[in-house]
């Protein structure tokens, strides 16, 4: 095997995947890449067993081979190499130098028989998906997973496909984040899955936004996404998710208008002298006008006024300040709506012009 790139083309794809490859391995294979060239394209392969990444691009001088390389040594060197440096990478017999310029590096390898294969997709599903439109919807949401949760369903992202709409939904069992998409193909069963939290780190790193359309294959156990210079597999989490819609409130009709900025920055500010612990916040909505106060065990008090356009008059309710500005994070209009019902029950956080990003915060009792 043997092939040529600049050091910029490189390191690209191997970017793309040395974070699948874990630090720490059960087999000593799963610490390498499996790097195969055929006819003038080179792909490199990392997995955990649990997440697959492929990535591909062009190469010159090409001889055709396969042989797995220890991935982060790999990366490490090429992405220490000079900008600009031309790198050719040779195979002889059990070991791969590495040369660029002056540069020489002879690595260890192991058989590519050695390396696992994740097992085929039997796709029950094949939806197009705009790459855009999925790295927003992971974004809007995945904050709000639980981490290492005994709970293990929770410990991942929901993908609830329903007629012509793609919907992702996380929850920690103290909040909810929900944003859901327009497909342009209409779904054929209704279905769910949940991919872990490794599958949408990784996804959600590997995903660039722009036009390009992305290609998901659902199978029973796995998820395929399947872009021109990469292939992402992910294991799905075998659970059932809980009922989401139970959770989002219904009868909250106490709507508090706000200007999104001015209601992080004072949030922001007030949380310096919160408990520690809690991190909890008091608001105080009366007419046109919201108060922040939030104190801790030093008897040290913050106090904060915004304006706020509401009829609510003498309604106090405490959070989480952490979940609330997680959620004010993850919408992006000017003005936001805060539904609440009383203040023992959650609140419905929303963008104020539209309903297609929703965020559940239960109350803290102080």
């Known amino acids: 095997m043997r092939f040529s790139l600049q050091r910029e083309a490189f390191l690209k794809p191997l970017a793309q995947v040395v974070n699948v490859v874990e630090r720490r391995q059960t087999l000593p294979v799963l610490a390498n890449f499996l790097v195969q060239v055929k006819d003038g394209q080179l792909s490199l392969t990392g997995t955990d067993l649990e997440v697959e990444m492929i990535a591909r691009c062009a190469v010159e001088g090409a001889e055709d081979g396969e042989i797995t390389i220890p991935a982060r040594k790999l990366f490490e060197i090429i992405r220490a190499l000079p900008d600009g440096s031309h790198v050719t990478v040779i195979q002889n017999a059990d070991k ?75 929850t920690d069992g103290h909040r909810l984040a929900l944003c859901e998409s327009a497909l342009e193909t209409q779904i054929g069963t209704k279905r769910q899955i949940i991919v872990p939290r490794k599958g949408v780190t990784e996804l959600q790193r590997l995903l660039e936004g722009g036009d390009r359309v992305l290609e998901l294959e659902i199978g029973r156990a796995h998820i395929r996404v399947k872009r021109d210079d990469v292939s992402f597999t992910s294991k799905l989490i075998d659970g059932r998710f809980p009922d989401y819609e139970a959770v989002i409130p219904i009868g909250a009709d106490r709507e508090v208008k706000l200007d999104r900025e001015a209601l992080r920055a004072a949030l922001q500010r007030a949380a310096i002298l919160s408990n520690e612990k809690f991190r909890g916040v008091r608001m105080e909505v009366s007419p046109n006008q919201l108060k922040i106060s939030a104190h801790n065990p030093e008897q040290e008090e913050a106090q904060e006024e915004i304006e706020a356009e509401t009829k609510v008059d003498g309604l106090a309710i405490a959070f989480n300040v952490n979940y609330l500005l997680d959620a004010l994070s993850a919408l992006k209009d000017e003005f936001i709506v805060i539904l609440l019902r009383d203040a023992n029950s959650s609140a419905l956080v929303r963008e104020a012009g539209n309903e297609r990003s929703r965020h559940v915060v239960m109350p803290l009792r102080l």
């Open 96 to 170: 791969v130098t590495v040369q660029a310029g002056r540069s020489r590096y002879t690595l260890s390898t192991l058989p590519a028989n050695d390396f696992p294969s994740v097992d085929e997709v039997e796709a029950t599903e094949r939806i197009s998906v705009p790459e855009a439109g999925l790295k927003e919807l992971i974004e809007r949401t995945a904050f709000a997973m639980a981490q290492q949760d005994v709970r293990y369903y929770l410990n991942g992202l929901l993908f609830d496909l329903r007629d012509k709409t793609l919907r992702c939904v996380a």
